[in-house]
């Protein structure tokens, strides 16, 4: 059933009449830059008409319009992330699994915060010092949105990125398991090597394991990068 369309107010429309916000980024974000205009402009059409008797049901069939549509179009504009997600949390599912099975009777024993505060921002702040805070932002803004059509040089500052990330990781990991090292030989005497120094090592070997664990996930970041910039380049020599 179609109401009479009510004027619409000039200019951008008040809070009120607006569409559910998240439904609506959802929609920009998946759907394809040709169609997102007119699909756009019919749903919000359609959603102040619908408001005018009940801005709630108004709002869930906003939702139910978008999670529809987002689930027809995600396989064709969405596939190649969804299989790059899906690869990354393939591969910590795979070790997350690993590490329980290694270690069933002690589900933390393959967390230590110390470790993971020894690699992971140190990397990230090496990487940001190496390229810039912009780098940074549209880094991120690749891990949820890589598809072709940025400018190559920052192809290239995104894949720099996640390669020194990935190498800052693996030898910040080294470097702490050698401190590690250097600490359990000093400390380690006859009468507590039996007791001390496997507990000592396996924390020391943390460090190391999740070194190589970013460098793992920054090295096929950076490989999608140059993915993507590759069918970018090919994409406007078809055009030009």
Known sequence: MRWPQPPLPPGP????????????????????????????????????????HNRQRACWWYRRQALTTCWHFLHQTKGDWLMF?????????????AMLVSAPDDPLAFYDFISLVLIFPPAVLFAVGATSRQTLQRAIAFMFDPRPGAQPQDYQQVRHFFRVMGNSGLLLGLFSTLIGAIAIAQQTNAGNFSETFGPATAVCLLTLLYGAALKTICYIAAEKVSFVAQSSTQQRDMQG
């Open 13 to 52: 429309l008040p809070p009120d009449m607006q569409p559910p916000i998240i439904s609506q980024l959802l929609l920009e974000w998946v759907l394809p830059d040709v169609l997102q205009e007119p699909v756009l402009g019919d749903l919000q059409e359609e959603f102040i008409q619908r408001q005018q």
């Open 85 to 97: 997600i899906f690869s990354m949390l393939f591969f910590i599912g795979i070790s997350v699994w």
